[in-house]
């Protein structure tokens, strides 16, 4: 078992430029979880899938970010025009099945840094 | 996101003496309190947790105290190491809904 597996580990935009930032979740797990890690703010809750339906998305940015589960394989994290302050290590999560209890197993993230 | 406070944001403890870690939230909703750690380098990943149907779980050096009438939480880590030096998280959930506190980045000193 590979874990979560999250690319690219590090990306570098120019303000304005779109990214996108990829997440494996581990096999068999149902529900994955995106959080915003930054020394000010902590981990910050993003969104989250179950069964590749959105069911929270109250911690995204209305506006330039969006995710998606296409498949149960793999979820992206778009933003569109990056600004400074999207700078961060964007942390990919899953768990078995989405439960309240159930425990987050955690990729090693993607460090963003717009320029 | 401020549901979840956490104190205090730095912690420094000898090698020995029981650390500290304090937690309060505001979402009565909330029904799994867990903590993270998270090492230099690495991702966070879970330490322990309780339900609130009990006031406190131990396993091995590590406690967690919890005060459901005041909303609080705490971390409690006897006879720290210098292995233990890391963030910690206190977490938050309801509905599948995961919430962490800012971390509080703990240091034993040998």
């Known amino acids: 078992n590979a874990g979560v597996i999250q690319t690219p580990r590090h990306k570098v935009t120019g303000k304005g430029q779109e990214a996108t930032l990829w997440c494996e979740p581990i096999s068999g797990h149902s529900a994955v979880f995106w959080y915003r890690q930054t020394i000010v703010q902590g981990l910050e809750f993003l969104t989250y899938?179950?069964?590749?339906?959105?069911?929270?998305d109250s911690g995204m940015p209305k506006e330039r970010f969006s995710a998606q589960m296409p498949n149960q394989s793999h979820s992206t994290l778009k933003i569109q025009s990056t600004q400074p302050q999207d700078s961060a290590v964007y942390l990919c999560a899953s768990s078995l099945g989405g439960a309240s209890a159930e425990t987050l197993y955690f990729g090693s993230g993607t460090r963003l840094t717009v320029l | 996101q401020q549901q979840v406070r956490q104190s205090p944001q730095s912690l420094t403890v000898w090698e020995g003496e029981t650390a500290i870690l304090n937690c309060s939230y505001e979402d009565s909703t909330f029904d799994y309190f867990p903590w993270y750690h998270q090492f230099p380098g690495e991702s966070p990943a879970l330490l322990i947790a309780i339900r609130p149907v009990s006031n406190k779980k131990e396993d091995g050096r590590f406690t967690i105290f919890f005060n459901k009438r005041e909303k609080k939480f705490s971390l409690h880590i006897a006879d720290s190491q210098p292995g233990d030096s890391a963030t910690y998280f206190c977490?938050?959930?309801?509905?599948?809904?995961?919430?962490f506190g800012q971390g509080t980045s703990l240091s034993v000193v040998p």
């Open positions: 977490g938050c959930s309801s509905f599948s809904k995961l919430v």
């Open positions: 899938f179950r069964n590749q339906a959105p069911i929270d």
